[in-house]
């Protein structure tokens, strides 16, 4: 139980191309999902929390606008990196809190998408 | 703010030979303390959370204790695929959403 998903894994683009990654709550619920990004021999450093229905909050120094959040429904969050740029290349990975679980707090993680910008 | 500071940062270790990882933390009323394990590549795996002082929590070769200022991960006579980062995180009770403040983690290799 607690599986999710993360498409693509890995995603090659040119600098000032759009890129969609989605994150999928396979086997539950989440009404909050989490974006992270990590760079290498790096920590997780939290850029946005995604609750279903609502806009998603923000980290200081993350530009909402270009990276997009969109949380549709209670199985799928997705982020959208608008016109990216090399420093933008880095490991995008979701979580997702499972409403259902009494260990509520849990946050359970994807398997990471791998961004290049070129 | 809240902080997490973990050590050591790398642990070289040969097969059975136990260990224990360190998670120091800085928080303002701890709702808790979440240890996960990531391969490289790969998104992080939960592997416990830690509530209070005093609580302990066993999965395998593993152990995680939690004091109110840092917590221990216990790795007894560890095994190859024991290898991995080891990443500790807090959440804070005022926390809006329930936002994980993470280490630097600790990166472990056990040698055959």
């Known amino acids: 139980g607690a599986v999710v998903s993360q498409h693509p894994s890995r995603v090659i683009c040119k600098s000032g191309t759009s890129v969609k990654i989605e994150c999928r709550s396979l086997?539950?619920?989440?009404?909050?999902m989490f974006w992270y990004r990590q760079f290498p021999k790096q920590s997780l450093m939290l850029m946005a929390t995604s609750n279903e229905g609502s806009k998603a909050t923000y980290e200081q120094g993350v530009e909402k606008d270009k990276f997009l959040i969109n949380h549709a429904s209670l199985t799928l969050s997705t982020l959208t990196v608008t016109s990216a740029h090399p420093e933008d290349s880095s490991f995008y990975i979701c979580?997702?809190?499972?409403?259902?679980?009494?260990?509520?707090?849990?946050?359970?993680f994807g398997p990471g998408t791998r961004l290049t910008v070129l | 703010e809240d902080q997490v500071t973990q050590s050591p940062e790398a642990l070289r270790l040969q097969e059975g030979e136990s260990s224990s990882l360190n998670c120091s933390y800085t928080?303002?009323?701890?709702?808790?303390l979440f240890w996960y394990r990531q391969d490289p590549g790969k998104g992080p795996e939960f592997l416990f959370t830690l509530y209070s002082a005093g609580e302990e929590k066993e999965k395998e070769r593993l152990k995680a204790t939690l004091t109110k200022k840092e917590s221990f991960l216990h790795i007894t006579a560890p095994k190859p695929e024991d290898s991995a980062t080891y990443l500790c995180a807090v959440q804070a009770l005022r926390q809006y959403g329930n936002k994980l403040v993470f280490g630097a983690g600790t990166i472990l290799r056990v040698k055959s």
């Open positions: 086997d539950f619920q989440a009404t909050t």
């Open positions: 928080v303002s009323g701890l709702r808790g």
């Open positions: 979580s997702a809190r499972d409403r259902g679980r009494s260990s509520y707090n849990e946050q359970f």
